[in-house]
């Protein structure tokens, strides 16, 4: 079963904190995504990244931050942690050149900001 | 997630009925769509796609309506279960190819037995 981990499902952090996100995906899938879901605002995608060490901006980058070292791992990196940076954070891939423009979803993960 | 739908408007159906889910884009020029449901506490899921140069496509229970016209989209789900209790919302491709997509706010569908 294919498959899209992400490794903690809630956090709470303090304002100022680092915070890491970190996403795993088993489809050998080129393309990874981070997106932050919002009551009322949909999915508004943060980060993405065609290939390893290769990532670019979305529509709401400020505050954060990507890594891309290799290709199964996309991580979401919030270098000081604000209250405006609590919400749903979801890590997506998908592959090139199939039939679909699918994106495999993770299960999400809460972040609360103190 | 848990807080996803607070604001979302809901549509309530009774089991075994039809269930018709819309959708607004915004850009004309799009040419790829995309249904996603989220059950509660989970990720968003794949139900089924539609390009610009078809009008419908039938999947198992679903069919996917497309009007260039007004830049509407539809979901209907067919004798509706329980299991399809969820929040569902639309995606369109920016730009083709790019994977990139805007996602509506969503519809919370309650099925009702």
């Known amino acids: 079963d294919v498959k899209v981990t992400q490794s903690s499902r809630y956090l709470v952090k303090r304002t100022g904190e680092k915070v890491f996100l970190e996403c795993v995906q088993d489809?050998?899938?080129?393309?990874m995504f981070w997106y932050r879901q919002d009551p009322g605002l949909g999915l508004r995608l943060i980060y993405f990244s065609y290939d390893v060490k290769m990532k670019e901006k979305g529509d709401i980058p400020e505050g954060y931050s990507v890594s891309r070292e290799k290709k199964e791992r996309f991580s979401l990196i919030l270098e000081s942690a604000s209250t405006n940076q609590t919400s749903m954070y979801l890590c997506a891939s998908s592959s090139v050149g199939t039939a679909t423009g699918e994106l495999f979803f993770g299960e999400g993960s809460r972040l609360t900001v103190l | 997630g848990e807080s996803v739908g607070l604001h979302l408007p809901t549509l309530s159906v009774q089991e075994g009925d039809n269930s018709i889910i819309n959708c607004a884009y915004s850009?004309?020029?799009?040419?790829?769509f995309i249904w996603y449901k989220q059950e509660s506490g989970k990720g968003p899921q794949f139900i089924i796609d539609?390009?610009?140069?078809?009008d419908k496509r039938q999947g198992q229970r679903v069919t996917v309506l497309l009007n260039k016209t007004v830049k509407h989209l539809s979901l209907q789900i067919a004798a509706t279960q329980p299991g399809d209790s969820a929040v569902y919302f639309c995606a369109e491709e920016t730009t083709s190819g790019t994977y990139k997509y805007i996602f509506g706010t969503g519809t919370r569908l309650k099925v009702l037995a």
């Open positions: 489809m050998d899938h080129e393309n």
């Open positions: 850009n004309s020029a799009s040419d790829y």
């Open positions: 539609i390009r610009s140069n078809m």
